[in-house]
């Protein structure tokens, strides 16, 4: 998170950064390299760096090529699809120190593992981010729904990921995304001409937020660029290094896409699912109060259902499932708050009630929801 952390150790703030990535792209992988429909797997990551830092620890593309080979090599063993990684560093000399790691890595893969082949087909480039992201030939992949995209967007400070970015990448089908940010110092440098020719900072409301909040308050404003009739699922995680706060966000047009990044982020945190430190004020997630006190997060989410399924505004499973996901929960949130209603004799369901189908992807036949004496 400085200006070059490929010539420092990796702080703890950045390691927590990596760390999410490549479990998002854990999650990510498996949906596509099996689906039949699929003709291409292709990973970019933009602002890829030289792929290490000083101590030799492995930065994001060298941890998306040791994550795609699956736990104990399954992928290795397994998939016939070609996975091709775009490595994208805009300065030559660290684009060149990339090209080396890169090779060093495969190297000693195979030496490792005494095979003489790999799925890696990975390509080192060296553009500036606005030039290759406006090339023709990548519109093309990135326009082609039988090619699936993960997309890493790992730039420094704010300027690049701009609201006409965030547009197109909403607009590519089969494409989820991950780009961070600074957030602290859009808010910080609000009204610089800088900040505003990239983000129009009049449509954030920065107003009365506590600086921990930043980062969800950015995050709100991408989340109003969707178009209002546009299906589209988009989750951030708060970073917070010293008295700064940064972050990521994710996109996805499928909830699938969504659901596995829901997974990564509440394994991260257990309280709010959306940073690493404790965003809403809860107990502390190790102490003894922590069992006692309230989740502000899931208590605030769960109460919101409830009162939609009372007032007939949330009448199906799918419905209620997909309201948890845009507010941050994971989807089982819904079936515990359906569960508890049905137990307190409130509602009645007509159709079949599976409190452990929560796959909104998978979900074939909706139930109905009932309300009984007006859920009182």
């Known amino acids: ?205 920065f107003e009365n937020k506590k600086p921990n909040e930043i980062h969800r308050t950015v995050a709100d404003f991408f989340r109003s660029l969707i178009p209002s009739d546009k299906e589209y699922y988009l989750h951030h995680f708060s970073i917070k290094k010293g008295a700064n706060y940064y972050g990521l966000i994710f996109g996805s047009n499928h909830t699938l896409g969504m659901e596995k990044f829901l997974k990564v982020c509440w394994r991260h945190d257990i309280l709010s699912g959306e940073a690493d430190y404790n965003i809403d004020n809860n107990w502390e997630a190790n102490s003894l109060f922590s069992q006692l006190g309230e989740n502000v997060k899931k208590d605030t989410v769960t109460k919101e259902i409830k009162e939609l399924i009372i007032s007939g505004k949330i009448r199906d499973n799918k419905t209620g499932l997909k309201y948890a996901l845009i507010k941050g929960c994971e989807p089982k949130l819904f079936t515990e708050v359906v569960q508890n209603l049905i137990n307190r004799k409130m509602i009645e369901i007509i159709g079949k009630f599976n409190r452990q189908s929560t796959n909104i992807h998978k979900i074939k036949e909706l139930y109905q929801i009932k309300c009984i004496n007006n859920g009182k």
Not at 10 to 22: C, N, Q, T, V
Not at 48 to 72: F, V
């Open 1 to 205: 998170m400085g200006k070059d952390i490929n010539k420092s150790v990796f702080d703890e703030a950045s390691k927590k950064k990596l760390e999410i990535f490549g479990e998002s792209f854990e999650e990510w992988l498996p949906v596509f390299i099996y689906d039949r429909f699929i003709t291409q797997v292709s990973v970019f990551d933009f602002f890829a760096g030289s792929g290490t830092d000083i101590e030799n620890n492995p930065g994001s593309p060298l941890i998306l090529l040791d994550k795609a080979k699956g736990e104990k090599r399954k992928y290795c063993a397994s998939v016939k699809k070609t996975i091709k990684f775009f490595f994208n560093e805009g300065k030559i000399h660290k684009s060149n120190e990339l090209q080396k790691n890169s090779d060093a890595f495969i190297e000693q893969c195979k030496k490792n593992n005494n095979c003489l082949s790999c799925i890696y087909n990975y390509h080192i480039l060296n553009y500036s981010f606005q030039d290759l992201f406006n090339n023709l030939d990548l519109k093309r992949v990135f326009e082609n729904k039988n090619i699936a995209k993960f997309v890493l967007l790992d730039q420094y400070g704010f300027s690049q990921i701009n609201e006409d970015i965030f547009k197109q990448l909403i607009s590519f089908p089969k494409t989820d995304f991950i780009f961070f940010i600074s957030s602290s110092f859009i808010n910080r440098f609000k009204d610089h001409p800088y900040t505003k020719q990239n983000i129009d900072t009049s449509k954030i409301a």
